[in-house]
């Protein structure tokens, strides 16, 4: 004959604890409240002793502060009399180069991780990813920002992942260095979304070398819908563009990075600058990533070149690049510089202003800078001034004007 006490024990456990409080009134018989109290009452102790060890143990072992600890317990209970397998999670990611900081953020994303089986789980996964190439702390970083990998499927989740972007990256340097920027690829069935988009690229001239671009930079254009893949080598093929040409990628970039309506803004604000509808689309064609740019960045950028330099718009729209450039720590200071050149007449008649803005910081300061040194010896002062500023205003653009004036008049 069953013992009464097992089959009550089994009865209660059936029942959360706060039902059974909820069902012990007053006019319960005094056997019965007592009886159940007393039960209820085991069964809070034992709950609590469990709850207990759980929180303990991961503040004491795994290292988690005391509200990550109470957060987990909550659904999680660790059993102490099983410790020794909880531990067996740890030494197996340790020897794998988990440090302790990357165990406790591995475990505070996926508690049940402590859980898992060692030989029959874990440990293939981790093997499979080492043996592919993921050595060192490359791993740990991987595990602890895509935690999913050790939860999921070897075989249905990870090795799936690894295989397609391997088709496109070749080498498992570049998959792992695209995961490491890009944490999410570990997240989506890339073969069915980006999959289809890439046969797609390849199949109206994308080279294999730009898709793999793509896939290690810009691997979220991949993820658009398909309609919105064709939109844009519609469009560049109609500006001439050739899809195997890097340029091409690169609108294809812009024109995905952007909404319809972000893109009928943007030609609108050109358009208040004194651009035409011809000087935007050419523009795109020659460098499409201006359109990428903030609306106000290319009016407080365009309102330089045309009302401080006299520049005409359809300067800045034969040379776009022109306004991808810094304000404070380019354009400014290498003007100001040029400025004080004019003024001593040190420039050549046919100077292109523009193309100073192109050079690099050590061109610029060996042809227009330290050649000069000689003749006007704070010329540098003027330079590292003026970029040491992070909006100048205009009084400071007065004085700037001013000190020129007097250079300019000691001349005389």
């Not at 300061?365 to 205009?394: C, F, S, W």
């Amino acid at each position: 004959m069953a013992n009464p006490t097992l089959k009550r024990s089994f009865f209660l456990s059936c029942f959360p604890t706060q039902f059974l409080r909820s069902i012990i009134t007053p006019q319960s018989s005094t056997i019965c409240r007592k009886h159940l109290l007393s039960t209820v009452s085991d069964s809070d102790k034992s709950l609590s002793s469990v709850s207990s060890f759980t929180v303990q143990y991961l503040m004491n072992t795994c290292g988690f502060p005391l509200q990550d600890a109470l957060s987990a317990s909550k659904k999680l209970q660790l059993n102490e009399n099983k410790s020794h397998k909880h531990q067996s999670v740890l030494e197996l990611l340790r020897s794998f180069h988990f440090y302790d900081t990357h165990i406790t953020k591995l475990l505070i994303k996926r508690p049940k991780i402590l859980q898992m089986k060692v030989n029959n789980n874990l440990k293939p996964k981790l093997e499979y990813l080492r043996d592919n190439g993921l050595e060192g702390r490359l791993l740990p970083d991987l595990i602890v920002s895509n935690p999913k990998i050790l939860t999921r499927s070897l075989s249905g989740f990870t090795k799936p992942r690894l295989e397609f972007l391997k088709k496109y990256l070749h080498t498992n340097d570049k998959v792992f260095g695209a995961v490491k920027r890009t944490s999410w690829l570990w997240r989506f069935n890339l073969k069915g979304i980006m999959g289809r988009n890439i046969e797609l690229l390849l199949s109206e001239g994308v080279t294999s070398r730009n898709i793999e671009r793509l896939v290690f930079w810009q691997p979220r254009i991949l993820m658009h819908r398909v309609d919105r893949i064709v939109y844009a080598i519609r469009t560049v093929k109609e500006l001439g563009l050739d899809p195997s040409s890097c340029t091409c990628v690169q609108a294809i970039h812009v024109l995905l990075s952007i909404s319809h309506s972000t893109w009928n803004q943007k030609v609108q604000n050109f358009k208040t600058l004194g651009w035409s509808e011809e000087m935007i689309w050419s523009a795109f064609k020659r460098y499409s990533m201006c359109f990428a740019l903030s609306e106000e960045k290319v009016r407080r950028t365009m309102d330089f070149y045309v009302n401080t330099m006299k520049l005409k718009p359809e300067v800045i729209a034969a040379q776009p690049n022109l306004l991808v450039y810094a304000m404070n720590t380019r354009i400014r200071p290498r003007y100001s510089v040029i400025k004080v050149l004019e003024c001593r007449k040190l420039l050549k008649k046919k100077f292109k202003v523009c193309w100073v803005f192109k050079l690099t910081e050590k061109d610029f300061l060996e042809k227009y800078v330290d050649k000069h040194l000689d003749q006007i010896p704070n010329l540098l002062e003027v330079y590292r001034g003026t970029i040491a500023v992070e909006k100048m205003d205009q009084l400071e653009q007065s004085k700037l004007n001013l000190l020129c004036g007097d250079m300019c008049s000691t001349m005389k």
